[in-house]
């Protein structure tokens, strides 16, 4: 199986900021993995698509030991975050746990091929990159056991990190930032091979490919100001992240703040700062796979 991403982006320089988002997220990332394993029969299996930097499969990881044990399986196109997200998760599977890496793009459709029959799939932000995003739904389905669970993680609210007045360039970079973003988002799907509209909303599409509607959940990831150092260094790498991608589409008065922000020699770094905060919330969509 190929070794790629639909999206052009390159993971792998995002490895660092993408392991401090998951300790940032690590509690209520524990919260929601043991609602979604609490159902589940003893020794599951556990699929995360997308696994990225291990954060949540380290969380189901734990969540399974706690129990009888059971199977984490993780799948990823690329093979260094891979290596980290196992290396994550075999650090809190002990022996009850086993882990199973597959490197494979979530869209190939031999993908049922190579995953054992899950219990839950685990889909966080990964949808949303494939090309046909109901093809892609159609593949996670396929993995499910019969009576399985998709969790699909898609939607909720703009992360908010920063004061709308800064002292420093034009007030409100925040929103300016994230208008780029999503102009960029745009564009970025319109640029992938065989891209076909998503015209529905997720529970629509879940209901369109056969699956049982069971819910939807939001979860809050909030660290208020002033936050705890490693919380501001991941406000600055969500900064940079923001900043890169949007680009020229800011402008130079903005992309000249941004700069000062992230000097770590500069009086205005942003990591010294006391009024930056992390407030965002996410939405998983739950659906199961009929009975035989």
């Known amino acids: 199986m190929a070794s790629h991403t639909h999206d052009g982006i390159d993971w792998t320089v995002r490895l660092a900021a993408m392991r401090r988002a998951d300790d940032t997220k690590a509690e209520v990332g524990a919260w929601v993995a043991q609602r979604l394993v609490d159902p589940l029969p003893d020794g599951a299996t556990v699929v995360d698509v997308g696994a990225g930097a291990g954060g949540m499969a380290a969380a189901f990881a734990a969540a399974l030991a706690a129990r009888r044990g059971g199977r984490i399986v993780l799948v990823d196109a690329v093979p260094q975050l891979q290596a980290a997200a196992v290396e994550r998760v ?78 420093i360039g034009e007030p409100g970079l925040q929103d300016r930032l994230v208008a780029a973003r999503d102009a960029w988002f745009a564009d970025m799907r319109a640029g992938i091979g065989g891209v076909v509209r998503l015209p529905v909303g997720w529970n629509r599409a879940l209901g369109d490919i056969g699956l049982h509607l069971a819910g939807t959940f939001s979860y809050l990831v909030d660290l208020p100001a002033p936050a705890a150092e490693p919380v501001r260094r991941s406000v600055a790498d969500w900064l940079h992240g923001l900043a890169t991608i949007a680009g020229d589409r800011l402008s130079q008065a903005d992309r000249d703040t941004v700069t000062r922000l992230l000097d770590e020699d500069g009086p205005d770094w942003i990591v010294h700062r006391d009024d930056t905060f992390i407030l965002s919330a996410a939405t998983v969509h739950l659906a199961t796979k009929p009975d035989a």
């Not at 869209?107 to 995953?115: I, K």
């Not at 046909?132 to 669970?149: C, D, E, H, K, S």
Request: hydrophobic share 50%.
């Open 90 to 167: 075999r650090a809190v599977a002990g022996d009850r746990v086993e882990v199973v890496p597959v490197l494979a793009d979530a869209a190939d459709p031999g993908l049922v091929d190579v995953v054992p029959a899950a219990d839950l799939v685990w889909a966080s932000g990964i949808v949303h990159h494939l090309p046909n995003q109901i093809v892609g739904l159609t593949g996670l389905a396929a993995l499910l056991r019969p009576g399985g669970w998709l969790a699909l993680g898609e939607g909720g609210l703009n992360t908010r990190c920063l004061p709308w007045d800064l002292g």
